[in-house]
């Protein structure tokens, strides 16, 4: 049991590309089987740290691995996202190309400065620990993402016929919406934001 939780973070980072790859290849069996190995992963990032804590197996090597894992998986997702048809249209018709690359690059760039920041407290034998805001933004990440992707799987629905068709019609017409944009935005906020609670200053004590 000691070896489960280390072994499906490395799953999740073998199962990365190949889903990220399959979505980018599209069709209906990319889409799909890329949608379907995402919410795989994703339920894989949940399950190794309960794992973990609940057979007290917790190991330096998964600390390194599990948030390695996260950030191909997550990242990897969002860099994908505006590449995607009909996604990537919905998200730069508001405001523009700018606006959805800002928000990533957001994303990253808070992910970059809580990584740096990790490694310096590691060095001086000070670990820093996940707070508990920042499980929420990694659920609110994995929402956006699954929600897209399981939406642009759905997109595949338009040639069918009856309910099915209208419903990926339905799907189709949210991916373009400005609907899209709203939401990484506001998940590009929430992720800003538990980083900058990382850097904030401890409470003073008082005597």
Request: hydrophobic letters at 55%; charged letters at 10%.
């Amino acid at each position: 049991m000691k070896h489960v939780p280390n072994a499906l973070t490395i799953g999740r980072i073998v199962v990365a590309p190949v889903c990220l790859y399959l979505l980018w290849v599209g069709g209906v069996w990319g889409h799909v089987g890329g949608a379907t190995l995402f919410i795989l992963a994703a339920i894989t990032d949940w399950l190794d740290g309960r794992l973990a804590r609940e057979y007290g197996v917790s190991s330096r090597l998964g600390q390194f691995l599990d948030p390695l894992a996260d950030k191909i998986l997550v990242l990897g997702g969002f860099f994908l996202v505006p590449f995607l048809e009909p996604i990537g249209r919905g998200l730069a018709a508001p405001a523009g190309a700018w606006l959805p690359w800002l928000a990533i690059g957001a994303i990253a760039a808070r992910d970059v400065a809580v990584t740096v920041l990790r490694s310096v407290r590691e060095r001086q034998n000070r670990p820093l620990a996940t707070s508990s805001a920042a499980k929420w933004k990694t659920a609110w990440q994995l929402t956006f993402l699954i929600t897209a992707f399981v939406f642009l799987a759905g997109t595949q629905l338009r040639a069918l016929g009856g309910s099915l068709g209208a419903l990926g019609h339905f799907l189709y017409a949210a991916l373009v919406s400005p609907a899209a944009l709203v939401f990484l935005v506001v998940t590009a906020a929430v992720t800003v934001w538990t980083g900058v609670l990382y850097f904030r200053p401890p409470p003073a004590v008082t005597v």
